[in-house]
C-alpha cells in the first residue's frame, strides 16, 4: 500500500462542488495533506488539462479514470467518488473499524451517491451534454417525481438507518464513530437544501436525525474552517444541486 | 469475517435479470452454493415478500438495504450491486490478489454499474414510477444522445482499459486472471446487444477486445453451463436492458 504520508492530489472541475466535494470533506476533515490539483495555476501543472491528461491516456499500473473525481497517491490514480472516499478515509481513521462495517459504510455510501445521480439527473434528464434550457420541459416532469417521492424515498431511508444504529450503536450512521458517510450526508443535505429549499424544508421536517446529523458534521473543527474558507466553491449554476426554482415541487 | 462455507441467499426480483444478474454470474462462475431467495415459492420463505421484508425494517447488526440486489451471507446483509460482487468475489478467488488491484476493479465495477444506470434511464428518463408509453418522447431523446455518444463512450473506454492492460499485464480487465470485473462486462455486452443492437453492432466493429472477452467469458464452463439452464431469465421487457426499436439510434 502507499505510504499514507504521501500527498494525495485530487483531480477534479476547479469551479463547482460536484462529486469532488464529497472528496474534499474527507481530505478537509482528515487534516491531510492534499493539492486540488486543477485549481493550481497552469503554470505549475494545474488547470482543466490536467483532469483531461490523465484520463486520456494509459496508466502504467492500472485503468484510466472514466471521469473525475479522481485522486493519485503514491502508484494509485483511483477513480470513482465513493471509492475514493472510501480509500482515503481508511487511511485516515474515518471509516468504521470492522472489516463488516466498512462494507456496510460502503453500502451507504454507495446509496447516497445514487441518490446524487438522481438529484442531477434533474436537471439533465436527457443528457448532460445538452444544455438545461434544451431539455426543461422534461427536466420538469422529472423534477415533479423527485420532489414529491423519490426526495422523502432517500431521506426517509437514511433517517431510517441513523434511528436504527441509534438504538444500539451511536448517533451517527454507522457504529460509534463519525466516518467519511457522515460526511457525505452532511454534503448531501447541504446540496438538497441549496437546490431544492421548498422540498428540502417539507421532506426533512420528518428527518430530524439526519437533520440534526449533518449540524454536527459542519460544526467539526475542520469542516468548519473549511466551509469558512475560500477552498469551498459556493453552490452555483454548474454543479451537480443547481437551484431552478421552476424545478422546487413543481 | 463470516465463513466463505456459509451459504450466500440472493435477493433480487425473480422475473428479471437487473441488476441481480451481476451478482448471479459472480455466484455462479464461483461453483458457490446459494439460494435465490424470490424464485422459491412463498411456502418457503419465497416470493417478493422475502426481498421486501428486509428492506422495511432494522436489521440487527447494520443498515437495511435501500434497493435489491442483496445478499444475506452470515451476519451480513449488503446491498449495493457492485459492492456485492465484489464481496462475494472476493471470497470465492473472483478478485484480483493485490490490495491496489482490487481497488482498480472495484472502480471499473462501479463504471460499468453507471453504464448500467444510463442505460436503464433510456427508456425511463423521467421516472421509473411511470410506464414507459408515459414517457416516450423523452426516452426517444436521450436514446438518440445514449447511442449516438455515450455508448461509444463507454465501450471506448473500456476497449481502451483491455489495451491497456494487455500491454503489460493480461487479457482481462485487472492484473493477469479472470475476475468479477470480465463477467460484468459480458452481462454489460449481452444486456446492450440485446437492447440496442443497430448501435452495438456499429459501436463495437471498434471494440474488439471487449468483444473477445465476452466471447472468452461466455464460454467459461460455469458461465456456459449457466447460461443454458432455466436459472438464466431472459431479457425481456421489464428488465434494464430493453429491446424497443425506436431508441436503438433514432
Request: net charge negative.
Amino acid at each position: 500500500m502507499p505510504e499514507t504520508t504521501t500527498t494525495y492530489e485530487l483531480y477534479y472541475w476547479p469551479f463547482i462542488q460536484g462529486r469532488g466535494e464529497f472528496v474534499r470533506l474527507v481530505l478537509e476533515d482528515a487534516g491531510l495533506d492534499y493539492v486540488d490539483v486543477a485549481r493550481l495555476p497552469e503554470s505549475r501543472g494545474g488547470g482543466l488539462q490536467a483532469v483531461l491528461a490523465l484520463m486520456n491516456g494509459p496508466l502504467p499500473n492500472g485503468p484510466r479514470p472514466f471521469a473525475p473525481p479522481y485522486v493519485r497517491h503514491g502508484n494509485l490514480v483511483l477513480a470513482q467518488t465513493a471509492l475514493v472516499c472510501r480509500y482515503v478515509a481508511e487511511h485516515a481513521g474515518l471509516a468504521p473499524e470492522g472489516a463488516l462495517d466498512r462494507l456496510r459504510a460502503d453500502q451507504l455510501m454507495l446509496t447516497i451517491a445514487d441518490g446524487v445521480a438522481e438529484t442531477h439527473d434533474i436537471h439533465h434528464p436527457i443528457s448532460a451534454s445538452l444544455y438545461y434550457d434544451d431539455q426543461r420541459d422534461a427536466a420538469k416532469r422529472r423534477a415533479e417525481v423527485f420532489t414529491h417521492e423519490r426526495l422523502a424515498r432517500f431521506l426517509g431511508y437514511f433517517e431510517a438507518v441513523l434511528e436504527d444504529n441509534a438504538r444500539g450503536r451511536g448517533e451517527v450512521a454507522i457504529a460509534d464513530r463519525t466516518s467519511y458517510v457522515d460526511l457525505a450526508l452532511f454534503q448531501l443535505m447541504a446540496g438538497l437544501e441549496y437546490a431544492l429549499p421548498k422540498a428540502f424544508a417539507r421532506v426533512t421536517a420528518a428527518t430530524p436525525r439526519l437533520r440534526a446529523l449533518a449540524a454536527v458534521v459542519a460544526e467539526r473543527p475542520r469542516v468548519a474552517a473549511y466551509l469558512a474558507s475560500e477552498r469551498r466553491i459556493p453552490f452555483n449554476a454548474q454543479g451537480i444541486f443547481r437551484y431552478y426554482p421552476e424545478l422546487d415541487e413543481p
